[in-house]
């Protein structure tokens, strides 16, 4: 068996997929996601300090 390593222009490709798509993609879309999880908390069960 003989596997493929990838090249380093291959590699140059994911990093920068990675650090600008996917990191920006998934940061927003975590932050988002807890917001809103905040958001419709505190619409069944009322403001902070209420």
């Known amino acids: ?3 493929e390593q990838p090249s380093k222009g ?4 994911l990093f920068i997929f990675l650090t ?3 990191a920006p993609i998934l940061s927003i879309a975590i932050i988002g996601g807890y917001g809103f999880a905040v958001w419709m908390l505190q619409l069944l069960m009322g403001p902070p300090g209420v």
């Open 1 to 3: 068996m003989s596997e």
């Open 10 to 13: 291959d590699e140059l490709k």
């Open 20 to 22: 600008v798509f996917l």
